[in-house]
């Protein structure tokens, strides 16, 4: 799923779920693939390099992964045979 983020809380949701997120300046695609690793209201860093929000655009890109069921549900049942309990009254050899 692909987000043009222009908004604070937008930058902040791609914060929160590790999105990976795509530059561009003047059109031209500048950076491609990293996490945002902090913001402000003026800036963005991306890769350890800083950009300025007004001359860049941003494209966030999160990743949805399709529902898998849980490795448990996939495992095959075992049965277990029931031992019977030893009676308590049977007789011990001592």
Partial sequence: MLRLLSEPAHFQQAVDEGW???VYKDS???LSGH???MFNRDTVK???TYFF??????E???TVLPHRPAVE???PRVRRRKQPLPSL???SDS
């Fill in 20 to 22: 990976t997120v795509s």
């Fill in 89 to 91: 009254h049977q007789a």
């Fill in 53 to 58: 929000m007004e001359q860049c655009k941003f």
């Fill in 35 to 37: 996490p945002i690793e």
């Fill in 46 to 48: 991306i890769a350890g």
């Fill in 28 to 30: 031209r695609l500048i």
């Fill in 60 to 62: 966030g890109c999160r």
């Fill in 73 to 75: 549900s996939l495992a």
